[in-house]
């Protein structure tokens, strides 16, 4: 099973900041990653497959970069609506599909 | 625009029995592999059980494997998740999600439900 590291677990962030999010695999997935962000009470939304391919209608803001083992998430100028938790999850060794333990933005 | 809706969630006892659903519109629904991902409350996302377009492939997570049957039916446009020998762990949300890839399973989602709550609890 490919064990999926995410990093920081919070990370707090002012609005009009950047924010990093970083995302690790146990091994190499190539590019079969997936950025996903939640809201309480909302469908989880994708951001961000293939690493670095933005889904339909996602903010230019949002940008994945990487590949192989480590991956990154960045938010370049942050909105009131992106506060929110975000999960990576890889698609390249499966089953088991594996997520990471998400990253919490919040308001600094 | 493209909706997934979940329902069939509830309070049961422990070793209980439940039927969740997924209500699927303005697609395709039998072009597309699906997914069960649950969250637990105060975790994170834990992949439950994947099924192809024409269910020929299906796949299960370890914690579930031998207690839960992931179907679909293509002529309602709805995949299912009977969920048996519900334990205290399996208390969770539970969300339905559409593979990105038409005729193929990639194993990354581009639509999901809200999610429907499972309480096991005595």
């Known amino acids: 099973e490919i064990v999926m590291t995410q990093s920081p677990a919070t990370l707090s962030v002012s609005p009009g900041e950047r924010a990093t999010l970083s995302c690790r695999a146990s091994q190499s997935i190539r590019s079969n990653l997936a950025w996903y962000q939640l809201k309480p009470g909302q469908a989880p939304r994708l951001l961000i497959y293939g690493a670095s391919t933005r889904a339909t209608g996602i903010p230019a803001r949002f940008t994945g970069s990487g590949s192989g083992t480590e991956f990154t998430l960045t938010i370049s100028s942050l909105q009131s609506e992106d506060f929110a938790v975000y999960y990576c999850q890889q698609y390249n060794n499966w089953p088991p599909l594996t997520f990471g333990g998400g990253t919490k933005v919040e308001i600094k | 625009e493209v909706q997934l809706v979940e329902s069939g969630g509830g309070l049961v006892t422990p070793g209980g029995s439940l039927r969740l659903s997924c209500a699927t519109s303005?697609?395709?629904?039998?072009?597309?592999?699906m997914t069960w991902v649950r969250q637990a409350p105060g975790k994170g996302l834990e992949w439950v059980s994947s099924?192809?377009?024409?269910?020929?492939?299906?796949y299960y997570a370890d914690s579930v494997k031998g207690r839960f049957t992931i179907s679909r039916d293509n002529a309602k446009d709805s995949l299912y998740l009977q969920m048996n020998s519900l334990r205290a762990e399996d208390t969770a949300v539970y969300y339905c999600?559409?593979?990105?890839?038409?005729?193929?399973?990639?194993?990354?989602?581009?639509?999901w439900g809200q999610g429907t709550l499972v309480t096991v609890s005595s």
């Open positions: 303005e697609f395709t629904f039998s072009s597309y592999s």
């Open positions: 999600a559409r593979d990105i890839l038409i005729f193929g399973s990639s194993g990354a989602f581009d639509y």
């Open positions: 099924i192809s377009s024409s269910s020929s492939y299906i």
